[in-house]
């Protein structure tokens, strides 16, 4: 990919220059009927318009596989009683570790299964057989952001994305 780096950095097109380029959350998920159903019950609005999805046996049955990045400063963390400010809310997490570098904290959270973010809970988002949560992200805290809410391993906090990339096939 060529580009300036802000903007490869900031728009990766592939999974290795995302996460070449830094850490970066890169999560599988099925895209269907304008929702992105995660591991766990998560489910996000797919943007619009959609991205170009590479022909697959899934797309023949209205469902295609993908992967969405992030990067670890898009996410934000809140009080686990209510929603964070952000435009996607990916429900509630648990705190793994908490790891203080400074100016910055690194947080790895493992989210908890049934974080709805508008769409009504349906087959779409039913998390599999099993309901389990496998799903664990880092986060980019400043030392502003860490002093409003401390946090511990065990911690309960509301996950949020400021924003998130889909990634071509």
């Not at 830094?22 to 995660?38: F, P």
């Not at 502003?144 to 889909?166: D, P, Q, T």
């Amino acid at each position: 990919q060529l580009g300036a780096p802000d903007e490869v950095y900031n728009d990766p097109q592939t999974e290795f220059v995302a996460t070449f380029l830094g850490a970066a959350n890169v999560v599988e998920g099925v895209w269907r009927d304008g929702v992105i159903a995660l591991d766990c019950e998560q489910c996000l609005r797919a943007p619009r318009p959609a991205p170009q999805m590479s022909p697959q046996l899934g797309s023949q049955l209205g469902m295609d596989r993908i992967k969405m990045v992030f990067r670890p400063e898009d996410v934000t963390l809140g009080a686990p009683t209510g929603l964070v400010e952000t435009p996607h809310h990916l429900g509630r997490g648990e705190i793994i570790d908490v790891s203080f570098t400074g100016a910055t904290e690194s947080v790895t959270i493992k989210l908890q299964p049934r974080g709805y973010t508008g769409p009504p809970p349906n087959s779409h988002c039913n998390g599999g057989p099993d309901r389990s949560c496998n799903l664990v992200i880092k986060a980019v805290r400043t030392k502003w952001e860490a002093k409003r809410l401390r946090l511990a391993a065990g911690s309960a906090v509301s996950v949020g994305l400021r924003s998130y990339k889909i990634l071509r096939g």
